[in-house]
Each structure stands twice: as C-alpha cells, then as structure tokens.
C-alpha cells in the first residue's frame, strides 16, 4: 500500500498522477482537514504534524508514504527522512519537480510559485542550487551559466481554488498580478510548488505564454517514482497491488468528499478518524 | 483580567473597542494561530478547541472570557456556557449584534454576512427569532410584521484582509458579488458577522448605500458590556484594573505581531504558548 496525505484535499492531484501511472497499486490517502492550511503553521509544528500522519499511515500498512504537499516536502520531509531512516521509504514532491526544471529549461530562468509558507523555506531554491551542477545544461548560447532563480508567494490561490472560482475573473487578476514578476524576469520554465495549482494550469499556460514551459510537481513526482522503482525493486515488490483506494480525513467529511472529488476527477468518500 | 479569544488576530477587533470603553481594565489576548481558521472546522473540533482555549485563560486568572470568534460563537458557546455555569461568565459577540440590528432597524429587513461555518451553523437566524418578539419594533407604516433576514457566507473576505488586501480592486469586486443579493434583497440593516470585517467597513457601507446601517459585531460586543455590569455589579468589581495587556498565540508570533498590529491598531508582541 502507498500513503499519501497532504493538509487537505491538495494531494489529490498527486494521487491522480500516481493512479494515471500506477492504477494497479493499493492506495491510502489522509486529508490532515483538521489542521488545514499547512502553509500557515511554523516549521515546529509542521514537524509534529507530518510525524503524526506518518505514524498513522505506517500502523495502517503503507510501505512507502508520499508527502504529497510542497510546504511539508520543504519543511519537514528532510526531519522525517532522518526519523524513519528508509523505513517506511518517504518522498516528498520538490525533487522531482527541481529535477525536472532543471532537465527542461533552455536559458536557465526558472521560476517557481507556491504558498508563503513554501517560499518563505527557501526549499525550492536550495534544491536547485544543490543539483544543478549536475542536471543543468545550457541548450542556447545566450543561456545563463548558472541557474537565475525567481520565486512568489501567492497565498489566496489556494483559498480562490477551494471555492470553485477556476475560471473568474477574480482569479485570472491574481494569477495576472502574482505571475507579473516572474513574466517580466522572463523565465523559460515555471514551476507550480502547490498541489492546488493544476487546476489553474491552462489559465498559467495562457498568462505564461508559449516561451514558458509550466511543470506540476504533482506530474513531476509521479513520473519520478519510477526511475525510483528501478534503484529500488524491493520497495517495488513490498507494494500490495490490488487497486484498492481508501481515503481518511480528519476532519468535515462533507467538505473532503465535495472538493475531493474536484481535485481527484473521480468520486471520493472520506471516513473521519482522529489522529 | 478579562480573557478574549479567537483563531487569530481577528478578535483584536473585538478587544479595540473595549480598549476604547473600559481602558482600564487588564486584558489577556489569546490568538490560537495554530487551528487557524475556526471557520473550516467541524462543530465536534471547534467544540474541543475554544474548552481549550478557556481552560488556558481560566488558569491564567481570567474572571471573564470573551469568545470573539463569530464562527465559535455561533457554534460552541452555548456548549461551554453549560460546562462553566457562570463561572467565569463567558460572553459572545453574536447577541449583541443581534440585539443591535433588531433595535435598529426600520422595517425589519435584516442581513447578516459572515464565514462559511458562521452562516452554516444558521446561528444568527435562530437568535434573530429568539429575541424578535422583544425586541423589534416597525418603525414605518411599510415594515414587515415580522423580521425578513437574509444571510450570506463570504470566504473569501478573510484571506482577502489578512493579506492587506484592504482597498484592492479584487476585494471590492469581491465585496460586490457577495453582497449584492442582500442590496437586491433591500435590507436596511447588516450585521458583519466576522471579526475581521470592521477593516472593510468603508467600503461595505459605501456599497450598501445610505438606506443600510452596517452593524459590526465587535461594536456591538463592547457597547453591550455596559449593560451586563449593571445587571452583575459583581463581576464588575472581580475584573483587575491595572492596564495590562498580554498576548498570547499558539503558533507563528512573528506573523501574530504584523498582523495583529495591523487589526488593533496599536503594536502587540504575542508570547508563543502551547496549550
């Protein structure tokens, strides 16, 4: 069984990705609702919060848990990583997302949005920094030597997304207003660090324009996994593989159940359990 | 010392006003940062949450609570109105805007907005009943026999002001679409059901037009105290009168300390407790 959980509903387009690739695994997934948004705790307490949902997971089952939201994969998945040492394996969403940019930019401008909470850790840009010397070449003269790093915090994408309001005008200012910067920094690639945005993505495309290649690191992570697999067929083999789903939240089924389902493209129930 | 509780900083809406009626007295903030926001959670959680936060002020020496949260008022005040039994008095703030709009307005067409949970626990309605007997009188030949009320739940109005989003064109066209069934609707009075609206007020009653007093819960909260003294001389005297002021919040008090400056009006620096 594979868990994932994430603050809320967000990490559904990630298990959406993951389902698209891997239909045939067992999947649990935990909605922490009750302590929702992460992007607004403190690194202490986001802390405390990841360890418990993986505690739970863990005596559920799960063989390999997914942090499936970029403030706890900035925040808290190396503190974890240290905690489980491998077991259970842990991934979160940033590398895979890092790694992807740097494997697709052109110029070297590369800019990535996502809650404060994500931007403030500054996670996004020591990831680049860390591999770029190795994933990053150059496809153009004019290209940058070494990466140029633009990031925005754009807190009331999340609440606007969870109200439904994908396509109003509200909306398309924010995106205008937030995504200004980083079009006149003129990046080539740009990075969606929240699992909420996808489903602004056309919207982002449209704003972006055709010179600026739009990754999701829900996409990313689960095209990641498998050249995972491949270095690690034995966590590959420990995964039950029966297509089973089963979602807990820990708190306003109702709401997990309403939304949920927007963010996963298929009908989700949520049983409610206390952590 | 009087004890004054919220999810966040909106509840120093609340405390100013009381601030300007009884500069006096001794207060002790409480902002439980870290479940912010009330408005998302479940009746059962927001239940457990606002025991916590009075046994906190309790323990601290608190001789009077101040629940200055709309969403707990609607949801938990009776419920930890019965466990304490008067001892500490633990006070609202949606009576005393109820009581307010029914004394004020002309022909009984009342609107309230407020945050999803607030307008879902239908709360204001059920006190609008309870007290419209006693408390309105038709004050034109036109007015309705009996109160037309009218709710609307506006999520967006708290991200929106918590990140200063005050005279944005985004907020106002926000404010428009929220509030037009009401203006359509022809209400002559409207609550603000929120603690964090009073910093839209300027607005809303421009948009709402001469013919509509907009009610501020925090106003009506403080105004409403003079007459609970008289009623209990008693607890009165049992509140310290030294000018202190302490801060309390359960998570981030550096973003306690912007933002709550911001919602007070003067500077407040929060010690971070866990409770």
């Not at 633009?150 to 909306?171: A, D, H, R």
């Not at 990046?187 to 909420?196: A, E, K, R, S, V």
Request: glycine share 8%; charged share 30%.
């Amino acid at each position: 069984m594979i868990g994932i959980f994430d603050s809320g509903f967000g990490g559904l387009t990630v298990m959406k990705e993951y389902l698209k690739k891997y239909p045939d695994f067992d999947y649990m997934y935990l909605g922490d609702q009750a302590n929702m948004p992460y992007g607004s705790h403190s690194k202490e307490r986001l802390n405390k919060l990841v360890v418990q949902n993986i505690e739970f997971l863990v005596k559920k089952g799960c063989k390999m848990i997914i942090v499936a939201c970029n403030t706890a994969s900035a925040d808290a998945l190396r503190h974890v990583q240290q905690i489980y040492k491998g077991n259970p394996t842990i991934l979160g969403v940033l590398v895979p997302a890092v790694e992807n940019a740097l494997d697709k930019t052109r110029f070297g401008n590369i800019g990535v949005i996502g809650t404060r909470g994500t931007i403030n850790s500054n996670a996004y840009e020591r990831e680049i920094r860390k591999y770029e010397k190795d994933l990053y070449k150059p496809k153009d003269k004019r290209a940058n030597k070494e990466v140029k790093f633009y990031q925005q915090s754009c807190p009331l994408l999340v609440p606007l997304t969870e109200e439904g309001m994908i396509k109003s005008t509200v909306t398309r200012m924010m995106l205008k207003k937030y995504l200004r910067p980083l079009k006149n920094a003129h990046i080539d690639t740009l990075i969606l660090g929240c699992t909420h945005y996808p489903l602004l993505q056309k919207e982002i495309d449209r704003i972006m324009g055709k010179n600026c290649k739009v990754i999701s690191s829900a996409m990313s992570a689960a095209d990641a996994i498998g050249d995972y697999f491949e270095r690690h067929p034995d966590v590959l083999k420990s995964i039950s593989k029966n297509s089973k789903r089963i979602y807990y939240t820990t708190d306003c089924p109702e709401r997990f159940e309403d939304l949920g389902s927007r963010f996963l493209g298929e009908r989700v129930e949520g049983e409610k359990v206390e952590i």
